[in-house]
């Protein structure tokens, strides 16, 4: 395991799995981009941009399958549970706290594709998106990656009290925090 990580081509593995995970596929970048850096401790600047840089091209392909999926379905999806009211509440909502939607999204424990196909389907502001995903994604992986070089042994004592009810519980009221704020 330790030669494969150890591999030239590492960043092209943290590229292709910071895309995916982005867009579709359930797995979480930090361990990855953890376990390189803690490899190769001097490229964590270059592995931290390839993570934060193949986030947000993921990102952006999940908020327009949002985009074009909802497009091609949304109105039968309304018509049959009689919600665009609802449904243009919520889009307006959003679409006035786009980047703070967004940014919850990329910084937080809080699925990051999940926001990004919101995004889509409710049609918010692309370049709030956008911006708000470079924004949090950079700081996010930075942070990880910077951690993994300089506190190798602070980022063990430190991962292990990360945990899912303590990340739910910090997304839920970041969630509600941005409700409160949107409304």
Partial sequence: MKEKL???N???GLAGVSFLESSFFPVIIDPFLLAA????????????IISSVFSVLGATFAYLVGVYAWDAWGEQILAWTDGKETFAQIAAMLDRGAFLFTMI??????????TALAGGV??????AFLAASVIGRFARFFL???????????ALKVLPHITWRRAFLAGAALGIAAVLILR
């Fill in 37 to 48: 850096v803690a490899l190769h401790r001097d490229r964590w600047v270059r592995y931290a």
């Fill in 144 to 154: 990880v990656a910077y951690l993994g070089a300089v506190g190798k042994d602070v």
């Fill in 10 to 12: 590492v960043g092209i």
């Fill in 122 to 127: 409710f049609h918010i502001n692309f370049f």
């Fill in 6 to 8: 150890n591999h030239k």
């Fill in 105 to 114: 999204g990329a910084v937080t424990p809080v699925p990051y594709k999940l």
